[in-house]
């Protein structure tokens, strides 16, 4: 008898779906090793999560931005790359930079500049995101 034979069809409307369960047993010990496990890997997620929302987002920012917010000039980026100072990205011919590595050129003084200028970039940088983010959601019309 195959498989078809069980299966509910458009003939026979009374046929009644059985569900078949597996039931897996194990000792009580393996189990409450298994949680454990569950438990310590469900922790370490919640860090790193924990641990990314207190850091900036990791965005990326360009030059323009770069130079305006933290006060610096165009040459003065230009010699950090050259130097391999900060790691970059060119795209099309325009330069984008991670925040982080911003954040790690103040926090190393290769850059001497405050707190305050890295949340300008970082909150305009998040403002750039929205507003993008809003251009590209279409709006739904209530009429």
């Known amino acids: 008898m195959s498989f078809r034979n069980f299966y509910p069809c458009d003939l026979c409307p009374e046929f009644l779906i059985i569900a ?32 990314a929302e207190e850091q900036p987002e990791d965005g990326w920012v360009d030059s323009y931005e770069v130079c305006t917010f933290l006060k610096i000039s165009t040459k003065t980026l230009q010699r950090l790359r050259s130097a391999n100072e900060i790691t ?36 305009n940088h998040q403002l750039n995101v929205e507003q993008r983010r809003s251009i590209k959601t279409p709006k739904i019309n209530p009429n």
């Open 88 to 123: 970059y990205s060119k795209i099309r011919g325009k330069v984008f930079y991670k925040i982080s590595e911003v954040q790690r050129l103040l926090n190393s003084n290769i850059i001497r500049r405050s707190d305050e200028h890295l949340q300008d970039l970082i909150k």
């Open 20 to 51: 078949i369960i597996e039931v897996i047993t194990i000792e009580s010990q393996a189990f409450k090793e298994l949680t454990a496990k569950i438990d310590t890997i469900a922790k370490f997620v919640k860090a790193i999560q924990n641990q």
